[in-house]
């Protein structure tokens, strides 16, 4: 069994910035899979992006450039920066792991980005 904390959402205006922290609660430095997800009222849960264990990343075309993943394996966190937030980054952000065939959800936190 895997706890995942997510931290660091808030209410931010428009163009601000984030940062979003996963912490595991075991090692993360053999876990090939990590990454956030997020779900606006709605819609549907989708990736923002994903990293592994060799650092490769992953972002949806609507974050690119603005959006940075990125792992602490000392720390057993995963980090998200969100920088020049738009109203449609507005969202609950998940933190999602896969270990041994089983994939873990954080509890999420708020993202919300007035204009």
């Known amino acids: 069994q895997v706890q995942l904390v997510e931290s660091g959402g808030g209410l931010v205006q428009a163009g601000g910035s984030l940062r979003l922290s996963c912490a595991a609660s075991?090692?993360?430095?053999?876990?090939?899979?990590m990454g956030w997800y997020r779900q606006a009222p709605g819609k549907q849960r989708e990736l923002v992006a994903t990293?592994?264990?060799?650092?490769?990343?992953v972002y949806a075309d609507s974050v690119k450039g603005r959006f940075t993943i990125s792992r602490d394996n000392a720390k057993n966190t995963v980090y998200l920066q969100t920088n020049n937030l738009k109203p449609e980054d507005t969202a609950v952000y998940y933190c999602?792991?896969?270990?041994?065939?089983?994939?873990?959800w954080g509890q999420g936190t708020q993202v919300t980005v007035s204009s």
């Open positions: 075991r090692s993360i430095f053999s876990i090939n899979h």
């Open positions: 990293i592994t264990s060799g650092g490769t990343t």
């Open positions: 999602k792991l896969v270990a041994a065939g089983y994939v873990y």
